[in-house]
């Protein structure tokens, strides 16, 4: 039989475990970057699970929702957690996985009035939201008033559609938008697992590519 032994490893080790995957001076970007997430659902809790894993060095996460067993086929939560504020479980899922990274949670919903002070630590903003006047005010805000942040939005990652027309688009050097940009969840069968997660992955990828310096302005 064989003994199950719950070991963290030490800072020194996670560090270096990741330097030997990405590279010293690469894994240096990831660590000291500060990335913010918007909305904790499909998207947001991927995203945060993929970034994570990546050892970037902290993430903001805003949500102002509970876990719902509506949620549990596409989103990075437990059944355990249901009823929890999406900040706070999923913050102990991502500290489970990356025992050192730093999370901020902001449990509240986001607004004009609040959206500068919110974001204004984060060097690139993920925008995860489901609804269309909340994602709109959230681009429109941080492309008039921070426009010195990167921001990857989404949009169109619904139904059983090919997993192909899922892209990146970039729209100026700052702002980028993952999905089929067509899709929509009232069109039919609505939200798949596996679609929103390549969406999610998407805005993930693009997130570590802007950090890595591969995506430079124009």
Not at 134 to 139: I, P, Q, T, V
Request: charged share 25%.
């Amino acid at each position: 039989m064989w003994e199950v032994v719950n070991i963290i490893p030490t800072k020194e080790e996670w560090q270096s475990a990741l330097e030997e995957r990405h590279g010293k001076k690469l894994q240096e970007k990831f660590s000291s970057a500060v990335v913010c997430i918007c909305g904790l659902g499909g998207l947001g809790s991927n995203i945060a699970v993929a970034l994570a894993r990546a050892g970037i060095g902290k993430l903001i996460l805003i949500d102002f929702d509970r876990v719902d067993i509506t949620n549990l086929h596409r989103q990075q939560y437990k059944v355990c957690q249901l009823g929890e504020y999406k900040t706070n479980a999923l913050k102990e899922n991502l500290l489970e996985i990356a025992p050192y990274l730093k999370v901020e949670i902001h449990t509240q919903r986001l607004t004009k009035d609040n959206i500068t002070q919110l974001l204004k630590d984060a060097d690139i903003i993920c925008e995860a939201l489901d609804i269309a006047e909340f994602k709109a005010m959230l681009a429109n805000e941080v492309l008039e008033k921070m426009p010195e942040k990167y921001l990857v939005s989404a949009s169109g990652m619904a139904g059983m559609g090919d997993a192909n027309l899922i892209k990146t688009r970039k729209i100026t050097s700052r702002f980028y938008i993952c999905g089929d940009e067509v899709s929509d969840v009232n069109d039919g069968i609505g939200l798949i697992s596996s679609r929103v997660m390549l969406c999610a992955a998407h805005q993930a990828h693009i997130v570590l590519q802007i950090i890595s310096e591969r995506r430079k302005l124009q």
